[in-house]
């Protein structure tokens, strides 16, 4: 019913930056809250930032000054994450997340991205 396809991963040295995109499609009312997460290897999957509808934002403390979220709630319905200043610490495979309201249903329901990898190297 509803997909989010991820963008913009890649291999990058310290000190550079990144941009990831995701987009969700299919039956959207609304999108509640999107969020960023990633897993390192061999580590638990992390809340990296998130952006309610009404433009709140949160950040991980790890990541606060680096990164920043933003969305466009127009029909692309398109999830933004500039990372700044890259550290080898965040390598890791970047989520999105959507939490979608459905059309017509009225049902709620989260929606994963593939994935993408991002390399930080020293």
């Known amino acids: 019913q509803v997909q989010a396809v991820e963008s913009g991963g890649g291999l990058v040295q310290a000190g550079g930056s990144l941009r990831l995109s995701c987009a969700a499609s299919?039956?959207?009312?609304?999108?509640?809250?999107m969020g960023w997460y990633r897993q390192a290897a061999g580590k638990q999957r992390e809340l990296v930032a998130a952006i309610t509808n009404e433009v709140t934002t949160t950040y991980i403390d790890s990541v606060k000054g680096r990164f920043t979220i933003s969305r466009d709630n127009n029909a692309k319905n398109t999830v933004y994450l500039q990372m700044n200043s890259l550290k080898p610490e965040d390598t890791a495979v970047y989520y999105c997340n959507h939490g979608v309201l459905l059309a017509g249903s009225g049902t709620y329901l989260e929606v994963w991205g593939q994935g993408t990898l991002v390399t930080v190297s020293s």
């Open positions: 299919g039956r959207i009312f609304r999108i509640n809250v």
